[in-house]
Structures are given as C-alpha cells and as structure tokens.
Antibody, heavy 124, light 108 residues
Framework: QLQLQESGPGLVEPSETLSLTCTVSGDSISNSGFYWAWIRQTPGEGLECIGSIYYTGSLYYKPSLMGRVTISVDTSKNQFSLKLNSVTAADTAVYYC????????????????WGQGTLVTVSS | ETVMTQSPATLSVSPGERVTLSCRASQSVGSNLAWYQQKPGQAPRLLIYGASTRATGIPVRFSGSGSGTEFTLTISSLQTEDFAVYYCQQFYDWPPWTFGRGTKVEIK
C-alpha cells in the first residue's frame, strides 16, 4: 500500500529556506508513469500546485515561484524534496506531497495519492 | 492561467438527497479534470479523473460528467460520510494546474 509522509520543520523564520522531504513507501519513486508533486493549501489562496518532478529530473514549477523553489528526487532513498527560499508569511501553509499520475496515451494527469500534510508557519 | 470556478460555495443537504456540484473553467480543459474530496484535518482524496472516471475504491454514487468548460460532480444519494469540501482541478493548461475554491457540502 502506497504511503507518502512529509517531514521537516514546522516553523521557519522569514527570509530563510523552507525544506521538506516526502518519503515514499509501498512503491518505487522510479516507476514510469508517475511524477511526484508538492501542493500547498492556505485559507486565502486555497489549493496551489507548487510543482512536480519525474525521477529522471523532468520538472514543472509554478511560474510565480520560479527562482525561489527547487524540487529534487533521491531515488536511492525513495524520497523527493522541496526547498523554498526567501520565505514570507505568505508561504505559511499546509504542504502536501502527492503522487502525480500521468497516463501518457490519453494525456490524463491527476494526483492519486496524497501525504497527510504538514503545517509550515513562517514567523520570527 | 485557467481559473476554475465552483458553485455553489456551500450546499446544505439532507442525507439521502441527490447532490450536484458545478465546476466551470475559464477556458477549455478538454476532459483533463479531476475531483477531490477533503474532510477536516485530512488531505484531499481523489474521486474522479478524466472528468468521468471513478478512482479506485470510490463508491458508484459518485459520478462526474462534462467536458470543455462545464463539469459536474453528482452524488446520487448523500451519505453522512460525504459531508466534506469538494474541489475540482484542471490538468490541461500548464502552467499551472489550477484548483477551484471548493464547494462545502454541509448537513441541512
């Protein structure tokens, strides 16, 4: 059974770097047809796709976050990670990792499995 | 960026009733639309993808329809465990893949 678990600090100071890791169990992060995604949720902005990565390194980033965000994958540990630098209070959110399924032949995408989420607060 | 508009924002329903939720895209997204259910304190759960395909383990009372810019999620007979917030998400137009703001289904 696939499980995803986010981990990382729950409190980050303004202007610092938010770092989260998602550990995947029950499936290989190198399986074809799956990207691995980060999504965040705030009361103000709702659900927001941050980006997705394929195990080969192919990436999608939300344009408004480009320059601040890095998503990487570590196949040896079956993990993928999120780094968001120069954070402000606006980056306070529940951060989710998810499996992003891509059915290439029909061109369909969807997030089929999610981690439980972790609250990250940006505050001094 | 494709804007997803869900209506109504809140729906008050009695158990056993039929529920229809609407999602409208600001431009065509083909059939690349998913629906999720989120309960308080939990992550969203995939219900429907490809506009009309139920995800694994999703009860048959949930159905999705539509294409282009107009989509509907129908719950044929609302169960008590279905009270939640429902989100649609388009996967056609990147960047980025956008969510609606959700419809809260609450007990009448």
């Amino acid at each position: 059974q696939l499980q995803l678990q986010e981990s990382g600090p729950g409190l980050v100071e303004p202007s610092e770097t938010l770092s989260l890791t998602c550990t995947v169990s029950g499936d290989s992060i190198s399986n074809s047809g799956f990207y691995w995604a980060w999504i965040r949720q705030t009361p103000g902005e709702g659900l927001e796709c941050i980006g997705s990565i394929y195990y080969t390194g192919s990436l999608y980033y939300k344009p408004s976050l480009m320059g601040r965000v890095t998503i990487s994958v570590d196949t040896s540990k079956n993990q993928f990670s999120l780094k968001l630098n120069s954070v402000t209070a606006a980056d306070t959110a529940v951060y989710y990792c998810a499996r992003h399924r891509y059915q290439q032949f029909v061109g369909l995408h969807y997030f089929d499995q999610w981690g439980q989420g972790t609250l990250v607060t940006v505050s001094s | 960026e494709t804007v997803m508009t869900q209506s109504p924002a809140t729906l008050s329903v009695s158990p056993g009733e039929r529920v229809t939720l609407s999602c409208r895209a600001s431009q065509s997204v083909g059939s690349n639309l998913a629906w999720y259910q989120q309960k308080p304190g939990q992550a969203p759960r995939l219900l429907i993808y490809g506009a009309s395909t139920r995800a694994t383990g999703i009860p048959v009372r949930f159905s999705g329809s539509g294409s282009g810019t107009e989509f509907t999620l129908t719950i044929s007979s609302l169960q008590t465990e279905d009270f939640a917030v429902y989100y649609c998400q388009q996967f056609y137009d990147w960047p980025p893949w956008t969510f609606g703001r959700g419809t809260k289904v609450e007990i009448k």
